[in-house]
């Protein structure tokens, strides 16, 4: 079936360290991904997508990394902020007609100053 | 402009009972989906509704239910509650609602059913 997982639940960095967070899913046919973020009592904030002819793209601090080869992808965010800290999701689109997304359980991003 | 907004924020009901809880998209956004996301854990898609048609569904019991108005807000509707409907309900919306377009979340309903 479909599956999208995070390696981490939790990923603790102190302020302007470049953080890593990863991602790993089972649909080889997937081809699209997106990462949200996810403060405190908010809904989940678009942060940046890929498509599988990609393989990287970069945003304003952030970067996605896929692999298709080992189906992992990867957000590299550079010199972390305290308003970084929030809970990180992948997400696949599967290959249909509808919005529908998929999300992993989310990484805990902790910024320490 | 406004973004997704939902209503109620926080809602506490008994079990067996039933609940509405309601979204208004984005002004131009014609698509509208709900997410489940319990305690821990990432969301989980139960509906999405374009230009009132219901275009996917998730895994969820027919308890759920939702429909899509003419201004394209949205209600989702579940029956007889259960403890594990216990959650934060999350709606999104896009423009056309087509996979590759960027959804956009609203704060989410916390519901907490004792």
């Known amino acids: 079936g479909e599956s999208v997982g995070l390696h981490l639940p939790t990923l603790s960095v102190q302020e302007g360290d470049n953080s890593i967070i990863n991602c790993a899913y089972s649909?080889?046919?997937?081809?699209?991904f997106i990462w949200y973020k996810q403060e405190s009592g908010k809904g989940p904030q678009f942060i940046i997508d890929?498509?599988?002819?990609?393989d990287k793209r970069q945003g304003q601090r952030v970067t996605v990394l896929l692999n298709k080869t080992v189906k992992h992808l990867s957000l590299q965010i550079a010199a972390t902020q305290p308003g970084d800290s929030a809970v990180y999701f992948c997400?696949?689109?599967?290959?249909?007609?509808?919005?529908?997304?998929?999300f992993g359980q989310g990484t805990t991003l902790q910024v320490k100053p | 402009d406004a973004g997704v907004t939902q209503s109620p924020t926080h809602l506490i009901k008994t079990r067996g009972q039933h609940v509405t809880l309601r979204c208004s998209p984005i002004?131009?956004?014609?698509?509208v989906s709900w997410y489940q996301q319990v305690l821990g854990q990432g969301p989980q898609f139960i509906f999405q509704?374009?230009?009132?048609?219901?275009?996917g569904r998730g895994n969820f019991p027919d308890r759920f239910s939702a429909r899509q108005f003419p201004n394209y807000s949205s209600e989702l509707n579940v029956n007889a509650l259960l403890l594990g409907d216990s959650a934060l309900y999350l709606c999104?919306?896009?423009?056309?609602?087509?996979?590759?377009?960027?959804?956009?979340f609203g704060p989410g309903t916390r519901l907490l059913v004792l």
């Open positions: 649909n080889s046919a997937s081809d699209y």
């Open positions: 002004s131009g956004h014609k698509s």
């Open positions: 999104a919306s896009s423009q056309s609602g087509t996979r590759e377009e960027t959804q956009y």
């Open positions: 509704y374009y230009e009132k048609e219901e275009r």
């Open positions: 890929i498509r599988s002819n990609m």
């Open positions: 997400a696949e689109s599967p290959s249909s007609n509808t919005g529908k997304l998929i």
